[in-house]
Nanobody, 114 residues
Framework: QVQLVESGGGLVQPGGSLRLSCAAS????????MAWYRQAPGKQRELVAA???????NYRDSVKGRFTISRDNAKNTVYLQMNSLEPEDTAVYYC????????WGQGTQVTVSS
């Protein structure tokens, strides 16, 4: 049974930082491309950042230079370091394995507000 369990969300002031983690089980983690998506109220789910099995990364334009995706294959975990957070980053953040038709976590809420 595949499980993706996110953690690290919360409430942060504008300009602050958070690090999200996603622990995977039930898959050979090192073989999978991993990604973080987010969904704000009333909006579609959107790709935030992705990392291939080989470590190649890509980001949506609005988070470039502020967010960093990384993975630790020994720990079966993918991370999203988020710096200089903005109110527009407020959303539920979801961990994903193997693309939109792959596996999803339950989501973790990130709220950026003063």
């Amino acid at each position: 049974q595949v499980q993706l369990v996110e953690s690290g969300g919360g409430l942060v002031q504008p300009g602050g930082s958070l690090r999200l983690s996603c622990a995977a089980s039930g898959i050979i983690f090192s073989r999978y491309a991993m990604a973080w998506y987010r969904q704000a109220p009333g909006k579609q789910r959107e790709l935030v950042a992705a990392i291939t099995s080989g470590g190649i990364t890509n980001y949506r334009d609005s988070v470039k230079g502020r967010f960093t995706i990384s993975r630790d294959n020994a720990k079966n975990t993918v991370y999203l370091q988020m710096n200089s957070l903005e109110p527009e980053d407020t959303a539920v953040y979801y961990c994903n394995a193997d693309g939109r038709y792959g596996y999803w976590g339950q989501g973790t809420q990130v709220t950026v507000s003063s």
